[in-house]
């Protein structure tokens, strides 16, 4: 499964949620669903959004991890 660290990144940056949505230009209700790993897909413009508002890389944001079984 993929997990989102998106909330770790924003907390590392001390980047607020309606800030980073409004600099991302997302809702605050979506980015919000991709913090707590709700999101089942994500746009590769909204992703590279992400990564520059909060200078990192895509690997800092989502992280694979085995699904227990």
Known sequence: ???VNLDVVMAMRHVGSGDLADRVDITPAN???LKNNKA???RFSTLNALCKE???QPGDILEYVE???
């Open 54 to 56: 909060l200078g990192c």
């Open 67 to 69: 699904d227990k079984e």
């Open 1 to 3: 499964m993929i997990r």
């Open 31 to 33: 980015l919000s669903i």
């Open 40 to 42: 089942k897909a994500i």
